[in-house]
């Protein structure tokens, strides 16, 4: 039972890497204590546009690793894992920030813009990354996609 519970989490990581990479730098950035920078109103502007980008890229990559798999995913999962589980972790990473540094802050307004990149990463996979692949002639459930 724990062999083939070690293979399928090595299947994951294996097809989920660049997700998994981006996650990893979603929590460094989360909780790095910048030095030597002073906050400014052009900063904290800055910082809203950082945010979503960090979550869109997070919620577009792991789009991108599931259409390499399939071009039809089941919805109800993609749902759970990639719209989600991102926004929940968006909220638990700035309640974190609030409760367990001095050096950040946790923001309504960074888990809106996080929410908003999640959301915006949710439509631009599906109505330009999933035609992009299709036509490139990814692999859709083992048969190769019409050009």
Known sequence: MIKSVMKFLGVLIKRYILT???????????????TGIKRTDTIVE?????????Y????AVFWYENFKVTLKPRLFLMAIFAVIVPIIFSGV????????????????????????????????SWFVTRPLMKRRGKRCNGEEAAQ
């Open 93 to 124: 990473m700035e309640y974190l920030q609030y409760v367990l540094t001095s050096y950040r802050t946790g923001d309504l307004a960074d888990f809106y813009f996080n929410t908003m990149g999640v959301l915006v990463a949710v439509l631009f």
């Open 20 to 34: 998994l990479l981006t996650l990893i730098l979603i929590l460094c950035l989360t909780f790095y204590k910048p």
């Open 46 to 54: 800055i910082d809203k546009v950082v945010h979503f980008v960090m």
């Open 56 to 59: 869109f890229t997070l919620c």
